[in-house]
């Protein structure tokens, strides 16, 4: 089973990447980071570009399985299709949210290391709300913990 404690210390290290749906939203998101003092490793594209949603969250979530980056965020249309492929990568727990609840309790609760971003569903102000909610956000731990170690098991299972 693996271990789902956390340090405490939030990294200024991320990934991001989108498909070409998501390309203005996650520059938009970028630059939000930046003026943070985040520093942002792009596996995205170009605006302009295209590139189907499963060819940018497969090389992201590999470098959170691996341990190069604790957190990163992904965006395409609806964030379901990001969030789908880089829970595919054993290790990675990716959340698509909408919400400012949804974005808290992904990281307090679940211990999400990826939150998946729709560009058609939310907007670039609430985008950066979420943004900021989730990388304040702490795993809690205690009640979530097993959970979070049962969410793990599956994914061993599934190997």
Known sequence: MTDVTEDKTVSTALAMGSDHLGADLRMAIKAHLAERGF???DFGI???QEIDYPDIAAPVARAVAGGQFPRAILVC???????IAANKVHGVRAASVGDVYS?????SSNNAQILCLGSQVVGPGLALELVD????????GG??????AKIDAL???RR
Do not use: H, Q
């Open 46 to 48: 170009a605006p302009g």
């Open 133 to 140: 909610t989730w990388l304040e956000a702490e795993f809690a």
């Open 103 to 107: 974005a808290r309790k992904a990281r």
């Open 155 to 157: 994914d061993d299972v």
């Open 77 to 83: 249309g609806t964030g379901i299709g990001m969030a």
């Open 143 to 148: 009640r979530s913990a097993p959970k979070v």
């Open 39 to 41: 520093e942002v490793t």
